[in-house]
């Protein structure tokens, strides 16, 4: 089973690029998001969506701009790359239910020059 | 807001040792906890998930446990293996924003374990 994939592994971006994140999921799972993690930060929700054509903000979404015209997919688009958006991106899946376990996928690590 | 502590947050055991991981939360309101664990370069992978009403779960040479009134956890690994080295991160689903939700996570314990 493929999971939770993102695409690209590594980037790099020149301050005031643009660029999507791609992540698709095999799962059917409903609930989708995206987190970035940073040293000594943890990982921290940037949005969320609960379904095709639902996405809500989450603790960091400034910069970024989310979408989800299925469930197998939820890309994240970054309007004008800052160097403080230097991170490594997870994105993840669930089922609706709370209890439900979470799947991450292999991250994606972005650097802005 | 919730807030997510770990400690240690680093720790250097040689192989076979039992060890002791500890995870506490800020809000004891949470829907459940979860422990990961990450290896470098690499996503993460859910290790055992404890719901609220739980007081512990267990996998293989894992164990954790779960007092949500005095808002912490542990992660217990028995018998250590250099395999075991990563590091584990843990999450608690606390209520907010969606009826999912959210997750909170701590910082880590990167642990290494040596032959």
């Known amino acids: 089973n493929a999971g939770v994939t993102q695409t690209p592994k590594f980037q790099v971006l020149k301050t005031g690029q643009s660029m999507t994140l791609q992540c698709a999921q095999d799962?059917?799972?409903?609930?989708m998001s995206w987190y970035r993690q940073d040293p000594g930060m943890g990982l921290r929700l940037i949005h969320y969506?609960?379904?095709?054509?639902?996405?809500d903000q989450g603790e960091v979404p400034n910069g970024y701009n989310v979408s989800r015209s299925t469930t197998e997919d939820f890309p994240l688009r970054l309007l004008s790359a800052a160097p403080s958006q230097t991170s490594v991106y997870f994105c993840?899946?669930?089922?609706?239910?709370?209890?439900?376990?979470?799947?991450f996928g292999e991250g994606s690590w972005l650097t802005v020059v | 807001k919730q807030e997510v502590t770990q400690i240690p947050a680093a720790l250097s055991v040689p192989e076979g040792e039992n060890l002791v991981l500890n995870c506490s939360f800020t809000?004891?309101?949470?829907?459940?906890l979860q422990w990961f664990r990450q290896d470098p370069g690499k996503g993460l992978t859910s290790l055992l998930l404890i719901q609220s009403s739980q007081r512990e779960q267990t996998s293989g040479r894992l164990n954790a446990s779960l007092d949500k009134s005095s808002g912490r956890s542990t992660l217990y690994i028995a018998a250590s293996q250099p395999g075991d080295s990563a590091t584990y991160l843990c999450a608690v689903r606390s209520p907010r924003g969606s009826t999912l939700g959210r997750l909170y996570f701590g910082r880590g314990t990167q642990l290494t374990v040596w032959p």
């Open positions: 969506s609960v379904g095709a054509g639902i996405t």
């Open positions: 993840a899946s669930k089922g609706l239910d709370a209890g439900n376990t979470i799947y």
């Open positions: 799962m059917n799972h409903e609930y």
């Open positions: 809000d004891s309101a949470i829907y459940n």
